[in-house]
Nanobody
Framework: QVQLVESGGGLVETGGSLRLTCTASGSLFSTSTMGWYRQSPGKERELVAR?????????ANTVQGRFRISISRGTARTMVFLQMNSLKPDDTAVYYC??????????WGQGTQVTVGS
């Protein structure tokens, strides 16, 4: 069964840190580039970090140097992590994981809310 479940969000103060976890069930994720996306009210969903099957990582300019993506690949289940440091109010959003850059459109998870207080 293909499923994406995100967790680890919460409310933090500016400058704080959070670590998000994505549990990706299904063999297709073990051989895919995986990414973390976010969406804030009134804005389109954006890709903020991705990690390829070769371990190469790419970040959006807005999070470069503050966020770090990592992954643990398994045949049936893949875990994708996002360490977020030096958080800013602009990082407030619902965070999702999915394949990147082309998503599994029918398998978005519920996301995890990150709120950064000023």
């Amino acid at each position: 069964q293909v499923q994406l479940v995100e967790s680890g969000g919460g409310l933090v103060e500016t400058g704080g840190s959070l670590r998000l976890t994505c549990t990706a069930s299904g063999s297709l994720f073990s051989t895919s580039t995986m990414g973390w996306y976010r969406q804030s009210p009134g804005k389109e969903r954006e890709l903020v970090a991705r990690i390829g099957t070769d371990g190469v990582t790419t970040y959006a300019n807005t999070v470069q140097g503050r966020f770090r993506i990592s992954i643990s690949r398994g045949t049936a289940r893949t875990m994708v992590f996002l360490q977020m440091n030096s958080l800013k109010p602009d990082d407030t959003a619902v965070y999702y994981c999915n394949t990147a850059p082309f998503v599994q459109a029918n398998h978005w998870g519920q996301g995890t809310q990150v709120t950064v207080g000023s």
